[in-house]
């Protein structure tokens, strides 16, 4: 199983500054496809590669824990500090509600609704109370304090409950995959999808990793540029080519030069939003093929980028990207931003998809793996 933030021996190896001439997939048609790149898609295009040839930044703390322990209270500390304004917020009337005297139908009542009021959803609120109550029932837990924990413990399990399906982290991965182990990066514009790029980049980096980076979000106004302002900062050299070029493209010379060079890990962005969502589901569809035949069994995963304070529309955003990507993971960004974060465990439910990380802050050092355990217990924390 690869684990990402366990401590390797060896160095990451330095980039080097280079100028490279695109190569370029085979065209796709589609008779009933708008072309979404103009001019000439076969001329050739040259490739921005960043230096990346810096020093790491300085190690993050959770992953150069001396043992699981400390690295156990050091998640558990990460996620008390990102879930404050959520406890402060909706969540935190659980508390009030647990300090009732008894359990009654209003007692069950009002946890439905904080629950729906915290982005849960109303299917996965009815859901997680159903379990409750029967457990609840089953267990003896009479009073609102063994309810409390019951319910701890439901929410926990609903989080854990979906399988993992992609490579790179599930129990079936091999320990040391062939490379290039490749990430693709999907979401809207505007939910922290190129700072979560960029985190990711970090972390590898700091578990001694090479890293390479594909700006495949052509479309966006800077999107190029923004990636390639992070790849300088945290060390891994972007492929890029002009704005609006193909992101196909974009996506086949980025694994070419990861090949070429050895690197361990390629992580791919890609569009958020073109003139419509057929569209941009297309071009989503059309890159990952790409990948398919240029490295195969790739992408090993799929991880969605989402919101934390968009609440529940990230789960109508995973649906979507979903059908079109085969999403194996999800990337929750800004969830020291919100003061609800409930939707993910909507994801978890109705949707069946593991969260993998939690983006903790602005910093290429916030990201953390995801525990459902420290999360829970930092939900509860106050109540």
């Given at each position: 199983m690869v684990r990402l933030f366990r401590r390797r021996q060896k160095q990451a190896p330095t980039e080097v500054t280079a100028e490279v001439t695109a190569e370029h997939p085979p065209a796709e048609t589609d008779a009933n496809a708008a072309p979404l790149v103009a001019g000439e898609p076969n001329a050739p295009q040259t490739l921005t590669v960043g230096s990346g040839d810096s020093a790491p930044p300085a190690p993050l703390a959770i992953m150069q824990a001396p043992s699981p322990e400390a690295e156990a209270e050091e998640l558990a500390a990460v996620m008390e500090a990102s879930t404050r304004r959520t406890r402060g917020g909706v969540f935190g009337r659980l508390g009030g509600v647990f300090r009732r005297g008894g359990v009654d139908d209003d007692f069950w009542e009002d946890l439905e609704e904080i629950l729906i009021g915290a982005d849960v959803g109303v299917r996965t609120s009815a859901t997680l109370i159903e379990r409750?109550?029967?457990?609840?029932?089953?267990e003896g837990a009479r009073d609102p304090e063994s309810v409390r924990e019951v319910m701890r413990a439901e929410m926990v399990a609903?989080?854990?409950?979906?399988?993992e399906r992609g490579l790179l982290w599930s129990p079936a991965a091999?320990?040391?995959p062939p490379a290039p182990q490749v990430i693709l990066v999907v979401g809207v514009?505007?939910?922290?999808?190129?700072?979560?790029i960029a985190k990711l980049a970090h972390a590898y980096r700091q578990d001694g990793r090479s890293v390479i980076l594909g700006?495949?979000?052509?479309?966006?106004?800077?999107?190029?540029?923004?990636?390639?302002?992070?790849?300088?900062?945290?060390g891994a050299p972007v492929i890029a080519h002009q704005a609006g070029?193909?992101?196909?493209a974009v996506a086949y010379d980025t694994l070419g030069a990861a090949a070429a060079r050895g690197v361990d890990i390629a992580i791919i962005d890609t569009a958020g939003r073109l003139q419509t969502k057929k569209n941009l589901m297309a071009e989503l569809g059309k890159v990952r093929?790409?990948?398919?035949?240029?490295?195969p069994g790739a992408p090993h995963e799929v991880l969605l980028v989402l919101d934390a304070t968009t609440g529940g529309n990230g789960l109508s955003q995973a649906r979507v990207f979903g059908e079109a990507t085969e999403v194996t993971g999800i990337c929750l960004a800004k969830l020291d931003g919100t003061s609800k974060g409930g939707v993910v465990f909507?994801?978890?439910?109705?949707?069946?998809?593991?969260?993998?990380?939690?983006?903790?802050?602005?910093?290429?050092?916030?990201?953390?793996?995801?525990?459902a355990r420290a999360f829970v217990d930092a939900l509860f924390a106050d109540a």
């Open positions: 409750v109550r029967d457990r609840a029932r089953d609903l989080l854990e409950a979906p399988r091999a320990e040391d514009n505007g939910a922290g999808k190129t700072t979560s700006a495949g979000d052509t479309f966006r106004a800077a999107a190029i540029e923004q990636l390639q302002t992070w790849g300088e900062r945290v070029a193909d992101p196909g093929r790409v990948i398919e035949g240029r490295v909507a994801v978890a439910n109705e949707l069946g998809l593991p969260v993998r990380f939690v983006g903790t802050g602005e910093q290429p050092g916030d990201l953390a793996p995801f525990n």
